[in-house]
């Protein structure tokens, strides 16, 4: 019998990529046959990247992973899974304070398009991990290396020291 071939999206702002993010990936990758990375255009509060910078660091870190892209989209998230052929949504649970906007989003997303959504659980060093407070901390001055990937934190030094 022919397996399944299973696409999966994992839609997020990714305002930067973190180490959380990173994690739910490579967790991803060993359940799915593709995995593409969406990176949403929908306006965020106090951005720090524009969308197409995202994607392009997102680019540098998944360039080794097998089966795994990234993209940015404009739009409902459902059309961009539907445009994709993705069969799945992948979303990434820190802590039970996810689980409620999360569990709603899922339950929308099923009603209105009749995806599913797959969580998985972030390992224990990252529950606390979000990307609003380490554009926060950043901007403050704080030192974030250890939450997110190297390529992003010399961007980030870049973008805050000269704006690029
Ligand atoms: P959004 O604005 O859509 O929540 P994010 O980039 O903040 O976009 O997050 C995208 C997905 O990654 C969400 O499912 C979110 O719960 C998950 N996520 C964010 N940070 C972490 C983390 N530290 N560990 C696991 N999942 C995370």
Known sequence: MKEK????????????????????????MKL????IIAVGRSPIKNPLFTPEERVEMIAELVADMPGVSVEGFEGL???????KKADVILRGLRSLTDVQYEFQLAMTNRAVAGIETIFVMTSEQYGFTTSSLIREVAVLGGDVSNLIPKNIYNRLQRKLSDGV
């Not at 071939?5 to 991803?28: K, M, Q, W």
């Not at 799915?32 to 995995?35: K, V």
């Open 5 to 28: 071939f299973v696409r999966a999206i994992f839609p997020g702002s990714f305002d930067p990529i973190t180490n959380g993010h990173l994690d739910v990936i490579n967790r991803g």
């Open 32 to 35: 799915f046959d593709e995995l």
């Open 77 to 83: 998230t459902v059309e961009y899974a539907a445009k």
